[in-house]
Structures are given as structure tokens and as C-alpha cells.
């Protein structure tokens, strides 16, 4: 038998998303990186400003402003292989 604590569905989803908001700017360049689409645009992007890294700066910070977070500094190595490392979104 499994001593944890029972939890409702509601307690589960919020266990959930509060772990996965954590890592939403690695998810959006893993959903970048998959999308035909959005991958072209971001190569055009990155062709026209010149810099990847500026790049890639600017659209994680306006991943954390969107969902009204911000970075604790915590760095971790992504899935996306668009991006070096990313901060955990707190």
C-alpha cells in the first residue's frame, strides 16, 4: 500500500503544472523546433538580427513575462536543441 497522501485530480493538476511551468522556455523551443513553420520563421529571424544568443535571450524573456514569471537562475540543460541552456522559471 502506498503511504503517500491521496490528492484530488485539482491538487494533482496544480502538482503538475507548477513542474511544468518550470521548464516552459526548453518546451517552447522543443514545440519551435517541431513546428515546419515556426522553425523556418526562427531561422530567417536569427539569419536577419545576427545573433543566435540575442535571440534566444529575448524570446525566453518573453516566455517568463507572458506566463508572469521569472527566472530563478537555475541553470538546466534542454531537450530543444535550439537553445545551450535555459533558467528554470519560477
Request: proline share 3%.
Amino acid at each position: 500500500m502506498n503511504n503517500t497522501p491521496q490528492q484530488t485530480p485539482t491538487e494533482f493538476a496544480d502538482k503538475v503544472l507548477a513542474k511544468f511551468e518550470r521548464h516552459l522556455i526548453d518546451s517552447v523551443f522543443c514545440f519551435i523546433e517541431q513546428d515546419r513553420d515556426l522553425i523556418k520563421e526562427y531561422l530567417e529571424l536569427i539569419a536577419r538580427e545576427g545573433s543566435l544568443q540575442q535571440v534566444n535571450s529575448q524570446i525566453a524573456k518573453k516566455i517568463a513575462e507572458h506566463y508572469g514569471r521569472k527566472g530563478t537562475g537555475e541553470e538546466r540543460v534542454p531537450k530543444s536543441r535550439l537553445i545551450q541552456s535555459y533558467s528554470e522559471l519560477g
